[in-house]
């Protein structure tokens, strides 16, 4: 569950652990601003003592939606490369695994050389410093100028950066299918599959975001919706959860937050399917087997 850091980042922490997370994201500072939240040493004491004690892995940072590596006016651009740079520090201060971050927007400008300034952006992040932390690319819904929402185009940035940073991408569901994927169905999830295998290798899908969408299939819109009332809906999400090729990836849900029980109930369905999908494998692994070959 992506979980809030009001009141400090160990409760952060406690928020996953009280919702008997396995893996939890937060945004290090107000997602929506550039200022960066100092944290008292003990604080971040604190979060480090909680990931040896509580058995919650990967943390995973997700950065400032004002991020824009690809944009073509140089002092967001600059903000941008130093913010991705400081998200990693910061990573690595507070033990967290992964950071993730939306690649941006051409804002009107000829995508692939956006993407060209993207992955410019990203080598001067990697010459920067060696972390510990990984960063991960997230596909984006496709709205008007997004440089990222097809796996090749992620690749294409990701081909052009000096190994040691990018660790792979975060799949996100719901962009996934507002960008023309059809993850609901059986054609569409190998679709995809196939595309991450292509372009990317198996290896590089670390993370995914498990939302469901508002918009319909290639809407471009970047709404999330509670697991299985959206529409790739519930016989979606047990078609992609019970996909071979998406499973052991760590799931977090950035599902909407508007009273106390949500996050209970989505993570209520999403466990309930991943045991159904796990039931179904025992009882027919010669299927199952099938499937993977297909992919
Ligand atoms: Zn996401
Ligand atoms: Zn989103």
Redesign the pocket.
């Known amino acids: 569950m992506h979980t809030s850091i009001a009141g400090g980042l160990p409760a952060s922490f406690e928020r996953a652990r009280a919702l008997g997370c396995s893996a939890f994201q937060i945004f290090s500072h107000n997602p929506r601003g550039w200022a960066l939240t100092r944290r008292a040493e003990g604080e971040i004491a604190a979060f480090r003592k909680m990931a040896g004690d509580f058995d919650i892995s990967p943390v995973v940072i997700h950065t400032s939606y004002l991020i824009n590596m690809a944009s073509g006016a140089p002092a967001l651009w600059r903000r941008s490369v130093d913010m991705v740079a400081e998200e990693m520090e910061i990573a690595d201060s507070i033990g967290a695994r992964y950071v993730v971050l939306h690649t941006g927007s051409a804002s009107g400008d000829e995508p692939a050389g956006a993407r060209k300034r993207a992955a410019a952006g990203l080598a001067e992040v990697a010459g920067r410093g060696k972390w510990r932390a990984g960063l991960l690319l997230e596909n ?2 496709g709205e008007r100028g997004d440089i990222a929402s097809k796996i090749g185009e992620m690749a294409d940035i990701v081909d052009r950066v000096p190994s040691g940073l990018i660790a792979g991408i975060c799949l ?1 569901t ?2 996934a299918f507002a960008a023309g994927y059809d993850i609901a169905s059986r054609d569409g999830l190998a679709i995809l599959a196939g595309e991450i295998r292509k372009h990317l290798g198996k290896r590089s899908l670390r993370l995914i ?1 498990l ?1 469901d969408s508002k918009g319909v299939l290639s809407s471009g819109l ?3 919706e509670h697991i299985g009332e959206g529409r790739i809906g519930i016989e979606g999400f047990k078609r992609f959860l019970g996909e071979p090729f998406f499973s052991g990836v760590p799931l977090i849900l ?1 599902t909407p937050k508007k009273t106390e029980e949500d996050d209970p109930r989505n993570l209520r369905v999403v466990r309930g399917l991943l045991e159904e999908t796990a039931s179904s494998d025992d009882s027919t692994s010669g299927v199952v087997k099938s499937r993977h070959d297909a992919l």
């Open positions: 984006t819904a996100d719901c962009h975001h939302n970047d709404r999330h950035e």
